[in-house]
């Protein structure tokens, strides 16, 4: 039978890794725990949304997220909260925005590193050159393989400036 609840089976299982091993879930379960007994309200609320999500995605898959999925979760949430801040910034909404802007420092230190443009522009030539892309009607060539090389390590709208920007469109 499946287990009650998701995440007591995701817990489980990394218990069983080691000590040193910590889950991305795991270190959200700690780290609510902290913000709970510090009463910090707005990295509580936060990281219980964070939660809520992956569960919610879990009920979805009718499986527990390895952390690659889990990151999938963070960096859709982390693209949400610049979304609405943009939003909020043009309005001129700006408790708001600064709300969000908690929020997503709070997202952004479970999520890995982001490369750099540098880093995403060598990426990007090393692909362009892989395939033959000559101009802007190549785009698609290169985005695809390049978009899976840098999954989950650089900001999509980023990457397509900085192909855009090589193929010269």
Do not use: W
Not at 29 to 51: G, N, P
């Amino acid at each position: 039978p499946a287990p009650r609840n998701l995440y007591s089976s995701v817990a489980t299982c990394a218990r069983r890794q080691g000590p040193h091993s910590m889950s991305i879930q795991d270190k959200l379960v700690e780290d609510l725990k902290e913000a709970m007994r510090k009463r910090d309200d707005v990295r509580r609320s936060t990281i219980r949304y964070l939660r809520s999500d992956i569960h919610n995605e879990e009920i979805a898959r009718k499986a527990p997220l390895d952390d690659e999925a889990v990151i999938d979760v963070l960096n859709r949430q982390a693209k949400q909260r610049k979304d609405s801040i943009e939003a909020f910034h043009a309005v001129g909404r700006t408790e708001a925005e600064a709300q969000e802007s908690a929020e997503l420092a709070i997202i952004e230190a479970y999520l890995p590193t982001q490369m750099g443009r540098d880093e995403v522009e060598a990426a990007a030539r090393e692909i362009i050159a892989k395939v033959g892309a000559t101009g802007p009607g190549d785009k698609g060539k290169v985005m695809g393989p390049l978009m899976q090389q840098l999954k989950g390590q650089a900001d999509g709208t980023l990457v397509n400036s900085t192909v855009t920007e090589l193929l010269g469109a």
